[in-house]
């Protein structure tokens, strides 16, 4: 199971209970008010391509930010987890001086 955390970060909890140390290699997020680390979604077909979408509260210059939705391969090895190839896929626009009323939900449609 992907669990994130409000200031950033990402765990993978085991059917035991078992709870990882942070993922890496996700981006800064602004975790200010209501903002942070929000939904989290695998790729419909996960097992093939290893991608995990979220969203987030993206910082940006001068006190603004935006919600963002990135994607990225989860990677586990004996180093532990990481994401690779991290991409931003969606930014909203423009970017606010606001830290509140984020909002969203991450789902793939029957097409994927």
Do not use: C
């Amino acid at each position: 199971m992907l669990v994130t955390e409000k200031p950033g970060r990402l765990r993978i909890i085991t059917a035991a209970g078992e709870v990882s140390e942070p993922v890496t290699g996700l981006p800064e997020v602004d975790a200010r008010g209501q903002g942070g680390l929000l939904d989290v979604a695998l790729d419909p077909d996960y097992a093939e391509t290893k991608l995990i979408y979220w969203s987030y509260a993206q910082p940006q210059e001068g006190e603004t930010n935006t919600t963002a939705v990135a994607r990225g391969r989860l990677v586990e090895d004996e180093a532990g987890a990481r994401v690779e190839d991290v991409q931003v896929i969606f930014q909203q626009a423009p970017a606010m001086a606001s830290t509140m009323h984020y909002g969203n939900r991450l789902v793939f449609d029957r097409e994927g």
